[in-house]
């Protein structure tokens, strides 16, 4: 096996060990993107002169025996809505082409302190709208399982940079499952912390409320020991909650020895039912059957509200987008377009000119709406009633919480799909987030992990745990369990079955 193959926590023992140096981990991790992302595209830049520069850094602290933290000269990817020092922040739209940030997103500043050198920036839906990443302005990301498959979205370039083993870990972000979702159809796990406990300063805002940074790693312990890296308080994001996250590696390596006995668990019974791709529902039952061998209590429990979950988000989420997105105006920075014909135009012309260019129909699509919803006349009876859906979302988390110590679904309602077949279907794209959603809402932590492959099409599942907020290591126990277990099923990890990149493997 080679090193890109390797988790990052091997990684990481094997610098420790002095089995092998950053740089030449770094460099192994450029060759694989060189081979494989002319088929993939999970990046956007790629940073190679930085990346090794920070390399050979990571080596120098080794050698000294002042290693910056436990992944210290690991690499990672960053998805391309995070801020970063150096290299372009283009949030997947021709509006921020070329853009170099004056600054670093607090968890890029929290990886470079690691020592973790950052490979590039990954490809995403534009301004993180979508779950397909078919929506980035330049062209999609494709799913290593098959090539002709999208990778989920928004952040599909992290999620296809992991699983393709051109990056041990990647960092996302999560509105609505941008995360959880990619992971779900790509075989990865995909974290979404508890809303507040990873820094959102630096962060391209598509819903302040909504909006969430996490990991995008291969296997449950990786993202404990990312998830530990970026966590934390921070003064300089008004929304940060006190406290650091601790105990997320423990939880993983716990849950790992395979014992859940005294967790009591809850399915959800209202993300079942119709609509939902039986290959689906049969390997998550499997999971949910597998949590019993190994010592929980499952039982079902009823959130009522969360067939509501959908139609709320859809009005708060283009509410905070279209606020967000009018900064973009042609004027402070982003680009500028001129409008055809006008001699000496206002600077209205200049702005619907410019948002006209520089904004993809799905980002336009939302605008519209968002705006519409907070339009006089309209606030109470679209914003206010979706507000109030949300704190009924709050409140069927909370009693269901009362009952369990985590709850489970599937994390998406299907397989990947096709490239273009939901392109022309706003709603049938949306659909894609009816699992993932309620967590957004009332800010709970979830992980997607792999289980298994559906019977219909040979593609990834993903099983999602909830748990309560500022619970996340609850995450890591039972995603741990799950993932150790069903490795043993299937002889070794579930990438390792990926069929599309066999030749370069």
Request: glycine share 10%.
């Amino acid at each position: 096996m080679s090193w890109v193959h390797k988790s990052a926590a091997e990684l990481a023992d094997a610098l420790a060990a002095g089995e092998v140096t950053s740089v030449e981990l770094t460099q192994a991790h450029l060759d694989r993107i060189a081979a494989v992302d002319g088929d993939v595209h999970a990046f956007l830049h790629i940073d190679a002169e930085g990346a090794l520069a920070a390399a050979a850094a990571s080596d120098a602290r080794r050698a000294a025996g002042t290693p910056a933290s436990g992944p210290d000269g690991v690499p990672i990817a960053v998805k391309d809505v995070l801020a970063t020092i150096g290299q372009p922040t283009t949030c997947g739209s021709k509006m921020l082409e070329g853009w170099h940030p004056p600054y670093d997103a607090t968890v890029v500043a929290k990886v470079r302190a690691a020592g973790m050198p950052i490979l590039g920036k990954t490809n995403m839906d534009e301004f993180a709208m979508g779950s397909s990443t078919e929506n980035s302005a330049y062209g999609p990301t494709r799913n290593p399982w098959d090539l002709d498959r999208i990778p989920g979205g928004s952040g599909g370039g992290s999620a296809a940079a992991v699983a393709a083993f051109e990056a041990p870990l990647a960092l996302g972000t999560d509105t609505g499952g941008s995360i959880r979702q990619p992971g779900a159809v790509t075989g990865t796990v995909g974290v979404k912390p508890t809303y507040g406990s990873v820094s959102r300063y630096g962060l391209v805002a598509l819903a302040n409320s909504l909006d969430q940074v996490g990991p995008v790693t291969r296997t449950v312990l990786d993202s404990a020991l990312l998830h530990e890296v970026i966590g934390g308080h921070d003064p300089l994001d008004s929304t940060s909650i006190p406290g650091a996250p601790a105990g997320l590696v423990d939880a993983a390596r716990q849950g790992a020895s395979g014992d859940l006995s005294g967790l009591k668990v809850g399915v959800i019974t209202e993300l079942a039912g119709d609509g939902w791709q039986d290959g689906v529902m049969t390997r998550v039952q499997e999971s949910v059957e597998l949590l019993e061998r190994l010592g929980a209590e499952v039982v079902e429990v009823s959130c009522p509200h969360f067939v509501h979950a959908m139609a709320a988000y859809y009005l708060i989420l283009p509410a905070e987008c279209s606020s967000n997105l009018a900064k973009f105006d042609a004027m402070r920075y982003g680009m500028r377009v001129l409008p055809d014909g006008v001699a000496s135009p206002s600077a209205e012309e200049v702005m619907k000119a410019t948002r006209d260019a520089g904004f993809g129909a799905e980002v336009k699509r939302r605008i519209i709406l968002g705006t519409y919803a907070l339009s006089s006349g309209y606030y109470d009876a679209f914003y206010g009633q979706a507000q109030k859906i949300r704190t009924l979302i709050i409140r069927d988390f909370d009693a269901a919480f009362e009952q369990v110590d985590v709850l489970v679904s599937p994390t998406a309602p299907t397989t990947a799909f096709p490239i273009g077949e939901k392109a022309d279907d706003p709603l049938a794209m949306y659909l894609n987030d009816l699992a993932t959603i309620p967590a957004n809402l009332a800010g709970v932590p979830g992980i997607s992990v792999p289980a298994g492959l559906a019977a219909e099409d040979g593609l990834p599942v993903g099983l999602q745990v909830l748990a309560p907020v500022k619970a996340d290591d609850r995450l890591y126990r039972v995603g741990a369990a799950i993932e150790a277990a069903l490795e043993k099923e299937w002889g070794g990890p579930l990438l390792a079955q990926a069929p599309a990149l066999e030749e370069t493997r």
